[in-house]
């Protein structure tokens, strides 16, 4: 009698079944697997410099080299204001988080289906395959920072408390580019279309960004507008944590927010809709 | 005690086979398409016949410390099965409930990465099969001497031969401890030597009371791993039962095809072979020349095999394997080495005795060997040796003995006297 309770009342660890529900997100099993996410996190770290002769110095190397070109282009010679701070502070610290974010984009993008092994031969929340490839870049973003430390020492800014910001426009940014990650590389799976689309994105998205210029050069009509582009809002609050100039607005910043929030939403509930079909379409 | 470990109900998956054929691949497909669609009536009519079903309401109950293998042809099935059980692909309808934390081996060294170490990628493909940081670091090195490859632990694996790289791999997955484990082809890595390892392994894990199940076409290890079996045949369960009679009836529907006692070629130029020697036929018939009665285990036979000789004074002589329907080889015989012989057809017959093999469909494998140590053709008979039990021995039991063979030998038992030892010991009893 107990024995036949028993068994009734045992709950299946995993039920298999065809799923219908639109908002059966099962958030908690990527938390479950949070040591894979790890794992994860740091094979993308670990393979990414291997077999290079300078290694990590790549990191470093990208953002500044770009930060020099745009000095000479846009603040040399196109003579582009960057609200009274040096040139090259100004470009670098737009840099940060627009190197990460198209590092991101672009890895998170291609990330399930480069990851097309894993995803037909064994089980685990597919969401920690763009999520791994969103964060690993992170750590890129680490070493950039020691050279605006550097920057910073010698145009002879000095920091703020502003700077206490900072992790908060940094889970911003993150969040951009998981939301954007999560739609790109579910589409990636059935349409490698999206593997042609996403650098030319990302080329046409820098320039309706204030990276190389000042979000104050855009009439005060159309800023809302502007910062319906979340990553605009990323690079202010950058600037405004690092640089301690120029406050940004709340309101515009509510805006990016909101944007980022509405993408991260519908981008997880269109990731777990389709990851049903992954392995039998990839 | 006996409870139930997995449990499936109609599981059932389709794969609409115009996916693989005229895949949307690219967007514009996708909105051509859909253009098209909408000006045409009954989108869904051609679904039906475009439909093909991997699955087909599948359902079995496996219980706690069952070890179960699954067996069918190739598209049967199988690992579309395993797949769906370890949620890597949803059914389109049906359920399973699995009680117990599930670790499955589809393919080793999945999440392999070729530029990590193989320290490294224990860890990491450790992690992505389903066990903890801790459990790894506890199992580090029972997996890395199991894999052999102490010295060469921080070198990236892609520099690993393919033998160290596959033990390395099955050695990580054969340390995973779960309650319920799905097993797909594992056992086909490495060289000889590890494959018995791994076989000892998984025996190991068998008997250590978990529930395990199985896919494989090799049928020795289902035979001696197993307890039970699902055959499957194109998505259906067409068997469920104990493993030994289930896995005979599986291979001898599989080698019903070429379930013939003979084999021949008219045609030198397409008959199989090679310029030094041509088959002509292979033929399995009785001995005593009743051709239309079948074999049966007492029934002595011969196998004859007629070649052409291409190229004048050439040495050589005819080897014969005997498989049985296992894959295992039964016995191994060759002609006697003859003197070197002009270019002409020749035949050589070996006799078997009856009261020696045990039933079954056995293959024959013939070799042509020259000046009696170089193999120069291997020929796969289509001719087989299918023997039948028709007079079985033992009256007390009515299944197929196991073993290769089964010998009539001579028994003897004397009587030898009435020793003092045994009149201690029966006294002894009776005190007590």
Same mark, same amino acid.
Request: with cysteine.
């Given at each position: ?38 794992? &994860? ?122 700077? &206490? ?21 579910? &589409? ?95 | ?432």
């Amino acid at each position: 009698m107990n024995v036949v309770e028993s068994i009734e009342s045992r709950k299946p660890t995993v039920l298999i079944e065809s799923r219908k529900g639109l908002f059966r997100l099962d958030l908690r099993s990527v938390w479950q697997y949070r040591e894979l996410l790890y794992f &994860l996190v740091w094979r993308d770290v670990m393979i990414r410099y291997k077999q290079t002769a300078i290694g990590v110095a790549w990191a470093i190397l990208q953002p500044l080299i770009t930060m020099i070109i745009f000095t000479l282009i846009f603040g040399n010679l196109a003579k582009i204001p960057s609200d009274g701070i040096p040139y090259p502070v100004f470009a670098f610290t737009a840099l940060l988080p627009w190197t990460y974010f198209s590092q991101a984009l672009t890895r998170s993008s291609n990330s399930v289906v480069n990851n097309s092994n894993l995803v037909t031969k064994i089980y685990f929340p597919r969401l920690l395959i763009p999520l791994a490839a969103s964060v690993a870049p992170i750590v890129d973003l680490f070493f950039s920072l020691l050279v605006l430390v550097v920057l910073l020492a010698w145009f002879h800014i000095s920091p703020s408390w502003g700077m &206490l910001a900072l992790p908060l426009f940094l889970g911003f940014a993150i969040s951009t580019a998981l939301a954007v990650g999560l739609w790109s590389s579910a &589409l990636n799976v059935r349409y490698r279309d999206v593997g042609y689309i996403i650098p030319f994105l990302i080329q046409v998205w820098m320039y309706a960004s204030p990276v190389a210029y000042p979000a104050s050069m855009i009439p005060e009509k159309w800023r809302v507008l502007y910062f319906l582009n979340p990553m605009a809002g990323v690079i202010e609050g950058f600037r405004w944590a690092l640089l301690g100039k120029q406050r940004p607005d709340f309101m515009v910043m509510a805006v990016s927010l909101a944007v980022v929030l509405a993408l991260l939403g519908s981008g997880i509930v269109y990731f777990k809709r389709t990851e049903q079909t992954f392995a039998d379409v990839i | 005690m006996g409870d139930i470990a997995i449990r499936a109900g109609n599981l059932s998956k389709r794969y609409n086979i115009t996916m693989g054929k005229r895949r949307h691949d690219t967007l514009r497909d996708q909105i051509a398409d859909g253009l098209k669609s909408l000006f045409r009536r009954n989108r869904r009519s051609s679904l039906g016949e475009n439909a093909f079903w991997a699955l087909k309401d599948v359902s079995f109950e496996i219980k706690e410390g069952e070890v179960v293998g699954i067996i069918g042809q190739n598209g049967a099935g199988k690992s579309t099965l395993l797949k769906v059980l370890s949620q890597i692909v949803v059914p389109t309808y049906g359920q399973a409930q699995i009680y117990g934390r599930v670790g499955s081996l589809l393919e080793v060294g999945t999440g392999f990465h070729p530029e990590l170490t193989g320290r490294e990628n224990i860890f990491l493909n450790g992690a992505i099969i389903g066990m903890k940081k801790e459990e790894i670091r506890r199992q580090f090195d029972a997996i890395v001497e199991f894999a052999e490859v102490e010295k060469f632990l921080d070198v990236p694996v892609k520099r690993y031969s393919s033998g160290m790289y596959v033990r390395l791999a099955f050695a990580v997955a054969a340390h995973l401890q779960p309650e319920i484990m799905f097993v797909d082809e594992v056992l086909a890595v490495g060289d000889a030597a590890f494959q018995k390892k791994c076989l000892g392994k998984m025996g190991d894990v068998a008997k250590g009371g978990r529930t395990v199940l199985f896919v494989s076409h090799n049928m020795t290890a289902v035979n001696s791993l197993c307890d039970r079996v699902l055959w499957l045949d194109r998505g259906t369960i067409v068997e469920d039962g104990p493993t030994t009679p289930i896995v005979t009836r599986y291979m001898e529907k599989s080698l019903k095809g070429m379930d013939s006692s003979e084999e021949s070629w008219d045609d030198i130029t397409t008959a199989p072979g090679n310029d030094i020697v041509r088959f002509h036929g292979v033929r399995v018939r009785r001995q005593d020349g009743r051709l239309s009665d079948p074999l049966t285990m007492q029934t002595p036979f011969q196998v004859e095999i007629e070649c052409w000789n291409l190229v004048d004074n050439t040495q050589l002589h005819v080897t014969l394997h005997l498989y049985t329907a296992e894959g295992i080889i039964a016995f191994t015989t060759g002609g006697l080495p003859e003197r070197p012989m002009p270019a002409g057809l020749f035949r050589s017959v070996c006799y078997v005795p009856g009261d020696l093999l045990n039933s079954g469909l056995h293959r024959i494998v013939v070799l042509i060997v020259k000046n009696t140590n170089s193999v120069i053709y291997r020929h796969e008979s289509g001719a087989s040796i299918n023997i039948l039990d028709l007079n079985h021995r033992d009256f007390a039991y009515f299944g197929r003995e196991p073993g290769v063979v089964q010998p009539v030998l001579n028994w003897k038992t004397e009587y030898l006297g009435e020793g003092l030892e045994v009149n201690t010991f029966t006294r002894k009893l009776q005190f007590e």
